[in-house]
Each structure stands twice: as structure tokens, then as C-alpha cells.
């Protein structure tokens, strides 16, 4: 992570810019030359001024007047040529970037989306590339107005009076120097720490009011989500302390630089013991017009860091997604043989965590076999479901299918041969004949039709209003979780994978919906390899082998009625199941 704290924004954003990155130089030269040309104009006032004072020749006051409105409106013509070089880079940097981080993504092992994951991508991909394409495209010329600026007033205030330009000098040079303590390498620190607090705040938002339901529901307050509530007081006290940190360095930058008038105050003082002359009066008046010109050409320079500083987090948050292992695909060619599942001494730690989540489990599903992984929460079910379609790889072991290891597995092929319908398989704000199509994208609409019907969508299709051109979630068309449920296993149906993967899949169900769902499991399980994880041991009793998952290790295997007579924990959670459901047993 050290390395990274000081690495080169300019280059990268270079490599994403391509042929473009000249168009970002030629926009930042432009934008000097632009800041050059305003500068002169001020030139122009002090003839002005100067020819009235001095009582010369008046003609010429239109001559200087004219030049300078043509100077300053030239500048402003060429100040937006370099906005629109700027423009079109920053806009080909930022497609750019999200090309890169979508291809990216697509690589990128299913696990890294989970719902946590899902939002830090989706946030980085827009806010993130949008941050740096504002930087390029303002920022960029906007920084090489606010160097050249104070240069060329520089060199403006010392060619005219360098005594005075002097003592003006003192107080911006203070001020300077108070404005670099406040950029300095522990603020991008502080500046990363302001993003991480407003990630966590606005994740923890939507938390809170994905949890507002039950807030109700279960009659709880608010103080409910502490989590909300510590995130928002840190945020705060982030906010108090960045705020104390920079009160000595601003107030003093903002004293220094508001002072430069009371230093001119101060030099015609002192000069004017010399003998008040028109030309000390002219040069002070004309102090007076140019001095706060530096504030606020060093108050643009002030910005413009806190500008970079927000730049390079953006970029470190898109390269730290770049920098995700992509998964290992091997391409070997090799066809699975059969649709049988096998793994072999399988072990799974998840990232970061202290405790295996899959611990030495071998099993062997043989082709057209139906088996069920039951297992308290938390026992592992789920990761074991999730490492053969490869949302993680294998810490240790292998996973087999068809006897091909499916990391040798192009993962087209991998699809191909799964299909998984998870709990919270979710339907995406389209039409039913869209979301159902995703699993098939050449299927015709009797196909898709077809797989609804299998799948036992028909009442659903019936009561919408454009029947499978309904677009779920739009105009109050609401599907329940039984019935949404349905519809994902149309999806399945459609694709019709020789090995069939059900996490929980019958949860959501209510009764009414249960024999349905249930019948359309019956239909999709056909002639497939299918490996069940259920809650509801009910679905689970005319299984080829049941096994039984503890603390991830699969501890017990066998048919429902072995499993009974060996009285382990299949037994104890049978048990507990029926009286929980009151659901006779045998009858
Ligand atoms: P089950 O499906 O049987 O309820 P899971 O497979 O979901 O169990 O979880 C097994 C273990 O792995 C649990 O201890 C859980 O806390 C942990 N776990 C699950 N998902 C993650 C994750 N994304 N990151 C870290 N640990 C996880
Ligand atoms: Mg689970």
C-alpha cells in the first residue's frame, strides 16, 4: 500500500488519455497563453492611468483602451479552445476508463459481487471516472492558468515598482507558504480518509433503509442501527477534526493574503517621505487594482490541490479494482466426459477471514443423480454451491466436473454445463421475455413461452397487463418473492444446463406458491445432475443421498431413511424442522 501513495496521477491518466494525451498538453498550453493575454490588459490600465495623470497626449487612452478589450476577448476565445481540447480528452479518458474496468470486471471471479462489493464497483465505475473526466477538463487548464497567473503578476509588480513589489511579496510569500502546509502529503491522507467515511455513511445509509421494514414491523427505533448512526458520528468527527487541523494554516493564508493591501498602505507610507510623486501615486493606485489579483490567483492554486488531492483517490479507487485478480483460465480445451460433480478434499477461506468456511470436503455426484446439502446457517452450504460455478477458486482441493478441473474449463463452458438458481437470484428491471431470454440470448418468443410454462409461469403472465412484454417494476407491476422465484427458474428451464445447482431455492415461497415452485423444481430437475441446498427438509426427503453440513465439514451422507436410523444431526434437525412446521411426518 505504501508504494502507492505517491504515484504518478499524470501518467496514468496519460495511458488512459492514449492518442488523446496530446490534446490534454495542447489544452494546458493553450490555457497559459490564454492567462498570459489577461494579464496584459493590466498593462494597458497603467498607460491609461498614467497618460491621466501625467497629462499626456488623450488620444491615445482609446488606443490602449481598444487593445485591451480586444486582448481580454481574445483570451476568453482562446481560454475555451483550450476547454474543448480539455473536453475532448477528459471525455475519451473517462470512456476509456470504463472500457478498461468493465472488461475487467467481466473477469473477475462472481464472488467480488456481492452486494457489498456490488455498490464499491458500481460507485467507482460512474463517480469515480466522472471525478477524473471534471479534473481533465477544468481542472487541467485551470491549473495552468492559476501557475502562469501569479508568475506573470509577478513579473508585472516588480517591472513597475520592484520596492513596492517587494512588500507586496512578503505576505503572499507567508501566505504561500501557510497554503503548502495544508497540501501537504498528510492531507491526501485525510483526504482518503473523507472519501472512506462518506463510502462507509452512504453504504450504511442504504442499509438502513433496506432495514426500515423491519424497523417498523418488529415495532424497533432507530437507535436499532447503530452502525448508521456510528458511521454518520464518524463522519462528523472527521469533519470537526480536518476542520481544526486547517484552522491555524487558512486563517493565517487568508490573513496574509487579505494583508497585501495594508503593505501597499504601509510602502506609500514610506516611500512618500521621498516626496509625494505623481508617478508614487500613480504606481500605489495601480497596487491597489493589481494586488488582490495574487490572492486570488493564489487561492486558485489552493484549490487546485485540493482538486489533484480528490483525482488521486478516484484513480487509486479505479486501480485498486484493476488490481483484483482476475480469474485463472486455463483453456485447455479439455470436454467434461459426463455431467457428474466431483470434489476432492475441497478447502475455502474466505479473504481476510480467520476460519476455513469449507473444510476438507470430498463428495461425488454421478450424472443424473439428484443429492442435498442441508446444515444449520452458517455451516458452509452455500460457499460449497458457489466454489463449482468458481464465484471463488478452491483454497485447497479440487472440484471436478465431468473429470475436467474447472479451472481447465473455458468459462463459457462452465455455464454451459451449470445452472444456478440462488435465493436472492434477482430479475433485472426488463421485460419477462428479457429477463427470461438472459439465460438463452438466440431463444425465440415460443421458447421462451414454453420455459415459462414448464416452469409454471402462466397464472403470472396472465394477470400482466402486456403479458411477457411486461416490464417488472414499472407502472406498480409487482411480483411477489414465489412468483419472482418462478420466473428465475424459467430461466433455467430455457437454459437447460445438464447440472442444476438450488441454493434455498424454495425459501421465499409462501404456501400458495410453494406446490408451484415445487413443481417447477420437478419439471427442471428432470434428467439433470442437480444438487439441492434446502431449509425446508420436506423438499428434501426423496433425494438420492442427503449430506449433512456442520461447521464446514460435511459430516453425514445417505438416503433420508439412514440418515433417521443413524440418529446424528441430520435427525436432530429433521426433528426440529417438523415441530417448527407441524408437518406430519409420513403422512
Ligand atoms: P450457509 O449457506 O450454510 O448458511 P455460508 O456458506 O453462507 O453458510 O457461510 C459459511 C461461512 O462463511 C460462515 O461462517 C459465513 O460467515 C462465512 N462467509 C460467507 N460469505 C462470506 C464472505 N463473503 N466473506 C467472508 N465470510 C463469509
Ligand atoms: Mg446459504
Not at 427505533?221 to 452502525?227: D, E, L, Y
Not at 417494476?473 to 433455467?492: F, M, P, V
Request: proline content about 3%; aromatic content about 8%.
Amino acid at each position: 500500500m505504501g508504494k502507492k501513495m505517491d504515484f504518478d496521477h499524470m501518467k496514468l491518466i496519460r495511458q488512459y488519455a492514449g492518442g488523446h494525451r496530446h490534446l490534454i498538453t495542447l489544452g494546458r498550453c493553450i490555457a497559459a497563453l490564454s492567462a498570459i493575454l489577461v494579464l496584459i490588459p493590466y498593462y494597458d490600465l497603467w498607460k491609461i492611468i498614467s497618460i491621466a495623470v501625467n497629462g499626456e497626449d488623450t488620444s491615445r487612452i482609446s488606443h490602449y483602451a481598444w487593445q485591451a478589450v480586444i486582448l481580454t476577448v481574445s483570451a476568453l476565445l482562446i481560454y475555451i479552445a483550450a476547454l474543448m481540447c480539455t473536453h475532448i480528452a477528459a471525455f475519451r479518458v473517462q470512456a476509456n476508463m470504463r472500457s478498461s474496468l468493465m472488461r475487467r470486471i467481466l473477469t473477475l471471479p462472481l464472488g467480488v459481487f456481492d452486494e457489498d462489493g456490488t455498490g464499491k464497483i458500481r460507485r467507482t465505475v460512474n463517480d469515480s471516472t466522472a471525478a477524473t473526466e471534471t479534473f481533465i477538463a477544468h481542472q487541467l487548464p485551470d491549473k495552468a492558468v492559476a501557475t502562469i497567473t501569479p508568475i506573470g503578476l509577478l513579473v508585472l509588480v516588480f517591472a513597475f515598482d520592484w520596492k513596492i513589489g517587494l512588500l507586496c511579496m512578503i505576505p503572499a510569500l507567508i501566505g504561500f507558504a501557510c497554503m503548502m502546509t495544508m497540501m501537504g502529503k498528510g492531507m491526501q491522507e485525510k483526504m482518503k480518509e473523507y472519501q472512506n467515511a462518506l463510502d462507509t455513511m452512504s453504504s450504511e445509509a442504504t442499509e438502513y433503509v433496506r432495514g426500515i421494514p423491519v424497523v417498523k414491523t418488529f415495532g424497533q427505533t432507530v437507535h436499532s442501527f447503530k452502525r448508521f448512526k456510528s458511521a454518520i458520528d464518524g463522519f462528523g468527527k472527521w469533519t470537526t477534526d480536518y476542520t481544526l487541523i486547517l484552522r491555524w494554516p487558512m486563517t493565517a493564508f487568508m490573513t496574509c493574503i487579505n494583508a497585501i493591501f495594508a503593505f501597499i498602505v504601509i510602502a506609500a507610507f514610506l516611500f512618500s517621505k521621498d516626496g509625494v510623486t505623481a508617478g508614487l501615486i500613480l504606481n500605489i493606485m495601480y497596487y491597489i487594482i493589481v494586488t488582490p489579483l495574487i490572492t486570488v490567483a493564489l487561492t486558485k492554486v489552493a484549490y487546485s490541490g485540493e482538486a489533484e488531492m480528490t483525482l488521486i483517490d478516484a484513480l487509486r479507487r479505479v486501480e485498486s479494482i484493476m488490481e483484483i485478480e482476475p480469474l485463472e483460465n486455463r483453456n485447455t480445451g479439455k470436454v467434461p466426459a459426463d455431467h457428474s460433480v466431483e470434489l476432492r478434499d475441497v478447502t475455502y477461506r474466505y479473504k481476510d477471514a480467520l476460519r476455513d468456511a469449507v473444510k476438507h470436503v470430498s463428495l461425488r455426484i454421478e450424472p443424473g443423480e439428484h443429492v442435498a446439502i442441508v446444515g444449520p446457517s452458517g455451516s458452509g452450504k452455500t460457499t460449497l454451491a458457489e466454489l463449482i460455478v468458481r464465484f471463488f477458486d478452491v483454497s485447497e482441493g479440487e472440484i471436478l466436473i465431468g473429470g475436467v478441473n474447472v479451472k481447465d474449463l473455458p468459462s463459457e463452458e462452465l455455464m454451459r454445463q451449470v445452472s444456478f438458481v440462488f435465493q436472492d437470484s434477482r430479475l433485472i428491471k426488463k421485460s419477462i421475455l428479457e429477463n427470461v431470454r438472459m439465460a438463452k440470448p438466440d431463444a425465440t418468443e415460443a421458447e421462451v413461452m414454453d420455459a415459462l410454462k414448464k416452469a409454471q409461469c402462466t397464472d403470472i403472465i396472465e394477470k400482466l397487463p402486456n403479458g411477457i412484454h411486461t416490464v417488472i417494476g414499472e407502472k406498480g407491476t409487482y411480483l411477489s418473492g414465489g412468483e419472482q422465484q418462478r420466473i428465475t427458474i424459467a430461466r433455467a428451464v430455457l437454459k437447460d444446463a445438464p447440472i442444476l445447482i438450488l441454493d434455498e431455492a424454495t425459501a421465499f415461497a409462501d404456501p400458495d406458491n410453494e406446490s408451484r415452485v415445487q413443481a417447477a423444481f420437478d419439471e427442471l430437475s428432470k434428467d439433470k445432475t442437480v444438487i439441492m441446498i434446502a431449509h425446508r427438509l420436506s423438499t428434501v426427503v426423496h433425494a438420492d443421498r442427503i449430506y449433512v453440513c456442520d461447521d464446514g465439514q460435511c459430516v453425514e451422507s445417505g438416503t433420508h431413511d439412514e440418515l433417521m436410523q443413524s440418529g446424528g444431526l441430520y435427525r436432530k434437525l429433521f426433528d426440529e424442522y417438523s415441530r417448527s412446521i407441524n408437518w406430519k411426518v409420513g403422512a
